[in-house]
Each structure stands twice: as structure tokens, then as C-alpha cells.
């Protein structure tokens, strides 16, 4: 099984000391719930005292509603070709085009949907130019808004001279909203807008740096299946490759299925570098590839690429081995992992 384990207690602590130190959150609970599942993470917004929680897709809204019975906000812009959901009153729509508000206006007849209009960063991802929110205003009959939106790339430098210019055209377009929400600003910048905007609420769009943000919280294990020693030339794994020398094939749970996948090769990425360590004869000059289960302290290298659900890791002779039925730590990604099993420790 591969396993998350919680520090319920820790992680807890770690969760409200961001909700205290950013009034206004909205946690981000999408894709696979940043390992925890979308329905967890719902349940420990609502527990939080969120009252919006943000998704990524329509697909994602039902998983969120399971445990949270606040206001559900789809990042991704809503588009003509959703069709499940035009005006629901738990749900505010992302926008980000003129003519995806005037289909919305068109499709909802009396209702009126709750929106977000998103504003174009320096991302190029979604949302309205400057001429085009000045043009949207005129649009905006028989729709809530509820805020704009700015999602920013990850900092490289400052977010500020940016935001100020979003922020004048959102002033600009003469659209009497003041709320924003915002992605990927430190906590230095989001204190610097807030005072230049004090007539804005500034809603702070938070994932990582909240449910991922004290790792050592988490803990991430692997069962130990099999353990097989062998000698040098010995066959083994799916390609009928050899052991390049005398030590064990070690079978851990944990595969594709699980996210887990190739890492880059071990050590320097030149062709120098690899070519010393063929000349050293390493394991890795073998073709051997780093792998994120760790054995003894080190991050061991998978014997062949991983299977579905579990990987065969190559330990040389000299190094202990767990035996079936051990656990090890492994490094993952969380946004990319699927778990068997979450466990409070
Ligand atoms: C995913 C996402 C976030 C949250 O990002 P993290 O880096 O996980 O905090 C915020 N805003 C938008 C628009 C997103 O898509």
C-alpha cells in the first residue's frame, strides 16, 4: 500500500495559522485534491470556517459539495460548451470573455448567476483585456458580480507594478465591485495592495503553501512486497534485464497508478559527468534511474521502470534490507499522487 499518513494534530495547527494569517482565504481544492482528495479537503475547509472554496473544473464541484456547504468558486472559466451548470446559487462562475457573458446572460433567463471576472495577467491564461472590461460593464445586467479575478505567475520578482496596473483598469472600467481575488502573491505583497486598496477586500485563491505547506506533517510510506537476492548477471523484470552486480531486488508497492513515475538520472546532467561514472562502473552508468523510494537513508534506484503498482528497486549487497511487510519513506508529488490509504497519525 502506499500510504499518506496525517499528523492530524500538526497539520491542523499549520492549516489555521495560514487561515489566521490571510483573512479572506479561499482554499483551492482541485484536481486530486493535492493528494488528499477534494472531499477531505472540503470537509477541513468547512471545519476552517471558510466560506468559498475554490475548484478547478465543473467536473470538481459535486466532490466539494460533500463536505462543504458554502459558496463553491470554478477557477477555470466558464465557457458554452458547460452545459451543467448555469445558475446555481452555490456556485460562481470564473468569466473572462465578452461573449461567454453575454451566452451566460442569454442561457439564465431570470436566475442570476454569480461571476467572477477574471482580469488578463502577465500569465496569458484566461481573461478580459483593458478595453474589453470597460466593455463588459455594459454587459453585466441579470449577472451577480461578485469580484474580479487575477491569477499571476509565480513570483519571479515582484507582483506589484503588475497588480497596480490590473488595479487601475479595474477601477477604470467602471464596474462598482471591490472584491478581488487573487493567486500567487506573498504575503508582503498582499499586505502592500491592501493598504493601497483599502477600499478593496482582497480574497486570497490559496493551495499549495496551505494543505501542502508543512511537509513535515506528512509522511508518505510504501509496503515492502518482495525481497529477492541476486547475483551478478541474474535476470529479473519485465525486460529480461541483469543485475549488475551481487544485491537484492527489492519490490515496494507504489506505481504508475499512484503517480509515481522516473526521476532524472542520479548525479550531473553533463555528458562529462556520465561519462566519469561509467567509467567508475556506478549502477547508474547500468542505465539504473533514481528512484523516490528511500532504503536505508538513501534514495535507492529502480531495478526497471515502474510497474502500476509497484516498482522493483535494485539495493546493492553491502545495504540492509527491509524485509516484506516493512514500510519505507517516499518522496512524491503530491499533485500528481494518488494514495491507498490516508491514515491519522
Ligand atoms: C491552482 C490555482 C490556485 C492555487 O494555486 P497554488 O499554487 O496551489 O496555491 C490559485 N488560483 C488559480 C487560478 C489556480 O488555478
Redesign the pocket.
Known amino acids: 500500500m502506499l500510504t499518506l499518513t496525517i499528523d492530524e494534530q500538526r497539520w491542523h495547527r499549520h492549516l489555521r495559522s495560514v487561515v489566521e494569517a490571510h483573512p479572506g482565504i479561499v482554499p ?1 481544492a ?2 486530486n485534491g ?1 493528494g488528499f482528495g477534494i472531499p477531505r479537503l472540503a470537509a477541513t475547509a468547512a471545519s476552517l470556517g471558510a466560506d468559498v472554496l ?1 475548484v ?1 473544473t465543473y467536473a470538481e464541484v459535486a466532490a466539494a459539495r460533500e463536505g462543504f456547504d458554502g459558496t463553491v468558486l470554478v ?2 472559466p466558464w465557457r458554452p460548451s458547460e452545459t451543467r451548470t448555469v445558475y446555481d446559487p452555490r456556485v460562481v462562475h ?1 468569466v473572462g470573455r465578452l461573449e461567454d457573458l453575454d451566452e451566460l446572460r442569454a442561457r439564465a433567463g431570470v436566475d442570476r448567476p454569480r461571476v467572477v471576472l477574471e482580469v488578463l495577467t502577465s500569465m496569458l ?1 484566461h481573461g478580459f483585456r483593458r478595453r474589453e472590461l470597460r466593455e463588459a460593464a455594459a454587459r453585466l445586467d441579470g449577472l451577480d458580480v461578485e469580484g474580479f ?1 487575477l ?1 499571476l505567475p ?1 513570483a519571479h520578482g515582484s507582483h506589484l507594478g503588475e497588480v497596480g496596473r490590473l488595479m487601475t483598469d479595474v477601477v477604470a472600467s467602471g464596474i462598482d465591485v471591490r472584491r478581488v ?1 487573487v ?2 502573491l506573498t504575503d508582503a505583497e498582499l499586505a502592500s495592495l491592501s493598504s493601497s486598496y483599502a477600499d478593496f477586500e482582497l480574497r486570497p ?8 505547506g508543512d511537509r513535515g506533517a506528512l509522511r508518505v510510506t510504501a509496503t515492502v512486497l518482495d525481497v529477492h537476492p541476486v547475483e551478478r548477471g541474474d535476470v529479473f523484470g519485465y525486460r529480461g534485464r541483469t543485475a549488475p552486480r551481487q544485491g537484492h531486488i527489492v519490490v515496494v508497492s507504489g506505481g504508475t497508478a499512484h503517480g509515481i513515475g522516473l526521476e532524472a538520472p542520479t548525479g550531473g546532467a553533463t555528458l562529462r559527468d556520465r561519462a566519469a561514472r561509467i567509467a567508475k562502473g556506478g549502477l547508474d552508468a547500468a542505465g539504473f534511474v533514481r528512484s523516490p523510494f528511500t532504503i536505508d537513508g538513501k534514495q535507492r534506484l529502480f531495478a526497471e521502470p515502474p510497474h502500476m503498482q509497484a516498482s522493483m528497486l535494485f539495493v546493492p549487497h553491502d545495504t540492509p534490507v527491509p524485509r516484506v511487510g516493512d514500510r519505507v519513506d517516499v518522496r512524491v508529488r503530491f ?1 500528481v499522487s494518488t494514495f491507498d490509504e490516508i491514515a491519522l497519525g
Open positions: 483551492v482541485k484536481g493535492y475554490a478547478g477557477l477555470s470564473t491564461r479575478a491569477h509565480m481575488y493567486s500567487h485563491r490559496i493551495g499549495t503553501r496551505l494543505w501542502l499533485t
